[in-house]
């Protein structure tokens, strides 16, 4: 066959780089045709070495590629995660708190209740009205039982875990059971074909490795992709304002210490704060913006939160690291038979920890949708690009969402969060209409959508947006009234049932590593 894909380079052995070599390898391994898959990575330069949160995707994605999920929970420090807390985001101070779940509230394809918890002005949290999940996760309890088998869940999770020691187990994985070919050199140079694709990557070794299809997981270096005409990049910073994050490990004190099944996101006076919790460690961060706040500034925030959360460590024994970077996205992640996955197509702050999800998304196209030649790559590129802009597209408009209805008063950094001028015209206007009606399927229309729109219920009403439902939406409420009344009661049943089931998150961890302690 004419220019046929027969080999594969992925250049970069982050998380991008195993997490794409393993499923192109996985979903193609019983084809004819399977093509030959080559991991160059460096061995100078390091991985980027955060990303602890995931969604439940990830599951999926670990399924895909036939690893277990044993293995996960044993090698890389995981631990349960079932959604993100927020903490003085929408006012300052501990008591203004929500949860956004990974669980979709009560029979949601047919049931709308944002609807009816708008009707009654209950005081309960959004989440707690719609989902026992948010009951699970006030508890400190684990998405699951001991006896229940790998991957199932009673409750939805992802997970949370050491992206060092990940990358490490999707290496080992990849190349032993995946047969992927692993080379450890530097990319020295890239060489073009005289149509403008790439022939060649040429190492320092002098290797010249060929191939048909680049897959550019360089990170932040975005070393192929970031050579490819039309490539471009897209700067959201006029949205997003947040650049730059200090990055730390901070171990447990106590062996003993409760672990929460969510990731713990606490706004701060120029950005938030990150709080992780693993099985031996918590990575906790802050992300902020270097045009509100200096690092210095961002640094004491820091060590003060930490300084709160756990009295007992002592600061200065840790090792904070900066990371810079531009949040935007490429205008095209396809280019030619170049593909950028990874930090090399694009980041932004990770709330909400989209950049594995998208990951996940880039790979998963790929891999499914191989084309077989140049001529099919110029479509299967074409949707790819299209499908990547709009998942970016929504993510920035749903991270927007946590900051513009701030009410903070404490900073110029959250009223200028706020100000619509940095609002996207696509946010607006759903905003607008939101007023009169609750977020619901037509906002988030498509089957793989990043963020159903309960997601955006669960923030937009934990964040306090309590508009007043157009009044001809009241014989729809009244005709639902007893259903809903039934779901209600079901969900509460529920809830009552799995706290008595469901061991804390560090039972369940211990019930499955009896050997683990303190570091
Ligand atoms: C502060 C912060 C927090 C984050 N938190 C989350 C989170 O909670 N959840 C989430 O989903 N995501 C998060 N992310 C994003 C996540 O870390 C990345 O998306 C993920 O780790 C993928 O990185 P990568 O593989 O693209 O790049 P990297 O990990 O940087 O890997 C780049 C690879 O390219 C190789 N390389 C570079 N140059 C060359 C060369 N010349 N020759 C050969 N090889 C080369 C390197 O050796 C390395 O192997 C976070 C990011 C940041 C910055």
Redesign the pocket.
Known sequence: MQDAVRRIIV?????????TASLIAAENRESAHAPEVVL????????????????PSMRLTLQKIGLAEADLMRQCEASFKQGTRFTGWSRQGDDHQYVHPFSLPAEYATLNLAEHWLATAAACPFAEFVTPQATIIAAGLAPKQSVTPEYAFNVNYGY?FD?GKF?RLLHQHAVARLGVRYVS????RVESQTDGGIAA?V??TGERLAGDLFVD?????A?LIGQQPGAGFVSVKEILFNDT???VQVPYVDASQPIASV?CATAVSSGWI?D?GLQTRR?V?H?YSSAHTSEPEALATLREYIGRVSPQTDLDRLGFRQ?R?EPGFRRQFWVGNCVA?????G?I??LE???????EQAATIISCQLPVNRATMTVVARRFNEKMAYHWERVIEFLKLHYVLNQRDDSDYWRACRDPASCPDSLRDKLLLWQQQAPWHDDAPRVDELFPSASYQYVLYGMGFRPALRATRGAALLRDRERVGRVLQASADKARQMRNLLPTNRELLNSLLPMRGVA
Request: aromatic share 8%.
């Open positions: 250049v970069g052995g982050g998380t991008a780089g195993w997490i160059v990575e460096s061995p100078d330069i390091p991985i980027i070495g955060v990303g602890e949160g995931t969604w949370h992206a990358a050199s530097n990319v020295e990557v190492l320092t997981c360089t990170g932040q270096r070393l994050a200090i990055a990731t990150w992780i990575g961060g992300v990371i970077f996955v990874g930090l090399s197509g980041f702050e990770p920890a989209s950049a594995l999800a998208l990951i």
